[in-house]
């Protein structure tokens, strides 16, 4: 594999962990929100 292959990849890899933080801290955000309304329960919160 060359080093333009291996920094490609890395790229990819990097934006794909990007996307999952973005989402992880979404979901964390709305949780947030949700307990802020008064919606304690797991599955409404």
């Given amino acids: 594999m060359s080093y333009d292959d ?3 990849r890395w ?3 990097r934006a794909d962990q990007d996307v999952i933080d973005w989402a992880a801290a979404r979901l964390r955000h709305q949780t947030a929100q949700d307990q802020y309304l008064g919606l304690r329960d797991p599955q409404s919160a």
Wanted: charged residues 15%; positive net charge; hydrophobic residues 50%.
């Fill in 11 to 13: 790229a990819g890899l």
């Fill in 6 to 8: 291996q920094r490609a």
